[in-house]
């Protein structure tokens, strides 16, 4: 059963699909126990990261190349590859017989030897301790051995040279860790950590994160876990956790966060002020926007208001807006690439293009917000990516276009760095 989840996950993705909607629906789909849905998603997540190493592989054991594979049969032969190659504590065997059957089963009855030849191909070459063929470019072999587009490894290679960009290439494929930030409204990690240790759950304190817990061991559904209900913590990676603070808001400030949903940050924005202010969070989708809501309500703050609109042009809807906000977060829509160890479809959607529609929007939700903000105030413009034209050259432009703004500080987290978490950037800008 897991196989055959994992395989509907790869068919969903591939025709466009997110791999986390898709995963959620095919787990509800199917009764399975824990152990199981945690093998579909190791093999499914797996899979999917991995797509460009996979593909690889077909291209030197089959006749046809991947990408002329029939679709199907293509994430059929990855999965089976994938359990060859990357899991080691599954039988060999027993991937190639319950791969065949899969296809003998999906209507590939007519291809089922031509699964089990190549899988068995790739047994006899996994024994005889052979890998995939080495590429001379450095960016090819990169893109090979660490499934990223071809663009990906040049731009990796630019920022960080070879060795650096392997570190980063690396990252990519770890599990990402599982922090929650704890709501201190309600109570304190140690408490929150006490509580978890009686169910079994263990956790460790996030060094430089004060509200921050790592969680090492825990099963079953979230919702179920102590405290969920009662909205004593929230799900957040520790290098979004950075980011809030940086605004240094205060009791009774008045906040735009101009990209809100699903919340994360804004909802720690009112966590820090004590809920003794006015935030407003803002996103152009309502339906996004109930997310917010919604774990507002959980969490029990109160100081939250929500809006749909296009953040770029909310003076224009909301006059009275000019020079009201002490703090303004833009937390602006990016390429993600520091988040490919989370969203292992991630890599595959971005494009260069993509990016450069990115980069204009950013810089149309700065401008949009810089009327917003009173003298004296901050903005802080944050992204979850590495592109430095998304970030350090982003922010260079608008700094050079509005001589009233300084920046007072910006830093770079790679996910490679020790403890960071997923890949973030932020710039802390003050007006006068």
Same mark, same amino acid.
């Given at each position: 059963m897991p196989r055959m989840a994992a395989w509907k996950v790869l068919q969903a993705v591939s025709a466009g699909a997110y791999a986390e909607t898709a995963l959620d629906q095919v787990l509800n789909k199917y009764s399975m126990k824990a152990i199981d849905k945690a093998l579909t998603t190791e093999i499914a997540y797996g899979s999917i990261r991995q797509r460009k190493y996979l593909d690889s592989w077909i291209d030197n054991l089959a006749k046809i190349s991947a990408l002329k594979q029939p679709p199907r049969l293509r994430w059929l032969l990855h999965i089976g590859l994938y359990q060859i190659f990357l899991m080691e504590r599954i039988p060999v065997s027993a991937v190639v017989n319950t791969t065949v059957q899969l296809a003998k089963n999906n209507n590939l009855n007519k291809l089922s030897s031509v699964v089990n030849g190549i899988l068995r191909n790739a047994i006899r070459i996994r024994e005889a301790g052979q890998g995939l063929p080495f590429k001379s470019n450095a960016s090819e072999e990169l893109a090979q051995s660490f499934s990223i587009p071809l663009w990906l490894a040049n731009s990796l290679i630019t920022w960080r040279g070879e060795q650096g960009a392997?570190? @980063?290439?690396?990252?990519?494929? #770890?599990?990402?860790?599982?922090?929650?930030? =704890? !709501?201190?409204?309600?109570?304190?990690?140690? %408490? *929150?950590?006490? @509580?978890?240790?009686?169910?079994?759950?263990?956790?460790? /304190?996030?060094?430089?994160?004060? %509200?921050?817990? #790592?969680?090492? +061991?825990?099963?079953?559904?979230?919702?179920?876990?102590?405290?969920?209900?009662?909205?004593?913590?929230?799900?957040?990676?520790? %290098?979004?956790?950075?980011?809030? /603070? $940086?605004?240094?808001?205060?009791?009774?400030?008045?906040?735009?966060?101009?990209? &809100?949903? /699903?919340?994360?940050?804004?909802?720690? $924005?009112?966590? $820090?002020?004590?809920?003794?202010?006015? =935030?407003?969070?803002?996103?152009?989708?309502?339906?996004?926007? #109930?997310?917010? &809501?919604?774990?507002?309500?959980?969490?029990?703050?109160? +100081?939250?208001?929500?809006?749909?609109?296009?953040? %770029?042009? $909310?003076?224009?809807?909301?006059?009275?807006?000019?020079?009201?906000? #002490?703090? =303004?977060? *833009?937390?602006?829509?990016?390429?993600?690439?520091?988040?490919?160890?989370? !969203?292992?479809?991630?890599?595959?959607?971005?494009?260069?293009?993509?990016?450069?529609?990115? @980069? @204009?929007?950013?810089?149309?939700?700065?401008?949009?917000?810089?009327p917003l903000l009173s003298p004296g105030g901050r903005i802080v413009y944050s992204t979850c990516t590495m592109h430095p034209e998304e970030n350090f050259k982003q922010v260079g432009e608008f700094l050079a276009l509005h001589p009233k703004v300084k920046l007072k500080y910006q830093n770079q987290i790679w996910p490679d760095d020790a403890q960071s978490g997923d890949g973030f950037y932020a710039a802390v800008i003050d007006i006068d």
């Open positions: 392997k570190s @980063i290439a690396m990252a990519f494929n #770890q599990p990402p860790a599982f922090d929650l930030r =704890i !709501n201190r409204c309600k109570t304190n990690p140690r %408490s *929150v950590q006490e @509580i978890f240790d009686k169910f079994g759950i263990t956790s460790l /304190p996030i060094k430089g994160c004060t %509200s921050g817990l #790592q969680i090492t +061991s825990g099963m079953g559904d979230l919702r179920k876990w102590p405290g969920y209900e009662g909205g004593e913590w929230s799900v957040q990676d520790r %290098s979004s956790q950075w980011i809030a /603070p $940086l605004l240094e808001a205060e009791p009774g400030d008045r906040i735009l966060d101009a990209c &809100s949903a /699903p919340g994360g940050k804004a909802t720690h $924005l009112a966590e $820090l002020i004590d809920d003794n202010g006015e =935030i407003w969070a803002v996103d152009r989708s309502p339906k996004r926007l #109930q997310k917010v &809501s919604e774990n507002a309500t959980r969490l029990g703050l109160n +100081s939250l208001k929500c809006l749909a609109a296009d953040a %770029s042009m $909310l003076l224009d809807c909301k006059p009275h807006w000019k020079g009201y906000f #002490q703090r =303004i977060l *833009v937390d602006a829509p990016c390429s993600g690439l520091g988040t490919l160890s989370r !969203n292992p479809d991630a890599r595959w959607r971005m494009t260069p293009e993509k990016i450069d529609e990115l @980069i @204009i929007l950013q810089a149309r939700l700065l401008r949009g917000v810089l």
